[in-house]
């Protein structure tokens, strides 16, 4: 079964620094695909960014990106010139390809600070 | 806003007692996911439907079941409830089955806070 590690409950940093949130993961799969999704206070979960496997570039949307490490299960997302809206819980998720079914790390709760 | 609805936003309910929770897809979604988040077990995977059929489980248990009706919307139907069963429970949706070489991006609702006192 795959598995998802966030090693880093809490987070912190200061508005308009960069701060990189870690993920590891496990699995046998060859094809699979990554996303961040974030969940705010409101509790709603919103889709930060995606990236599949096949593909060797990282994703990028606009402040967000990833480094993504195949060979070593690593899924990191940096976010850079923080902003008081990224504070969140941020969930590192893992889909299997052709398998619908998400798999959720722990999260990281992510405060920036004013 | 996702474009995926879910009623009621907030329940309350008593132990043994049984409560449906509604959701509508994204407009053109034909797959729905449920899954529910709690403090203990973090967020779970429950049950995916595509166009009426289900099509993966995931730790649901037997006292829980969906469906999936002709206008796409889904219902998960949660009986016989106990304390731990108190969580937030999200719907999501995303267009086709999957396992065809394309994947795609799951959209959630706001979710349904379920409290079992």
């Known amino acids: 079964a795959q598995t998802v590690t966030q090693s880093q409950p809490e987070m912190s940093v200061q508005e308009a620094e960069t701060v990189t949130l870690s993920c590891t993961y496990d699995?046998?799969?060859?094809?699979?695909?990554l996303f961040w999704y974030k969940q705010p206070p409101s509790r709603q979960m919103i889709l930060v960014i995606r990236?599949?496997?096949?593909?060797?570039q990282n994703a990028t949307e606009n402040r967000f990106s990833v480094n993504f490490q195949k060979a070593a299960k690593s899924f990191s997302l940096k976010i850079s010139d923080s902003q008081l809206g990224d504070t969140a819980m941020y969930f590192c998720?893992?889909?299997?390809?052709?398998?619908?079914?998400?798999?959720f790390g722990t999260g990281t709760r992510l405060t920036i600070i004013p | 806003d996702s474009g995926v609805t879910q009623t009621p936003k907030h329940l309350i309910t008593a132990t043994g007692q049984r409560v449906t929770l509604r959701c509508s897809p994204r407009?053109?979604?034909?797959?729905v996911y449920w899954y529910q988040q709690s403090l203990d077990q973090g967020l779970q995977f429950l049950i995916q439907?595509?166009?009426?059929?289900?099509?993966a489980k995931g730790n649901i248990l037997e006292r829980f079941s969906a469906q999936q009706f002709p206008d796409l919307h889904s219902e998960l139907n949660l009986s016989s409830l106990e304390l731990g069963d108190s969580a937030l429970y999200f719907c999501?949706?995303?267009?086709?089955?999957?396992?065809?070489?394309?994947?795609?991006?799951?959209?959630f609702g706001p979710g349904t806070r379920l409290l079992v006192l």
């Open positions: 999501a949706s995303s267009v086709r089955q999957g396992g065809l070489g394309h994947q795609e991006t799951q959209y």
């Open positions: 699995t046998s799969e060859n094809n699979y695909y």
């Open positions: 990236q599949e496997a096949y593909k060797q």
């Open positions: 998720v893992y889909d299997n390809f052709g398998n619908e079914k998400l798999t």
């Open positions: 407009s053109g979604d034909l797959s």
């Open positions: 439907y595509y166009n009426g059929e289900e099509r």
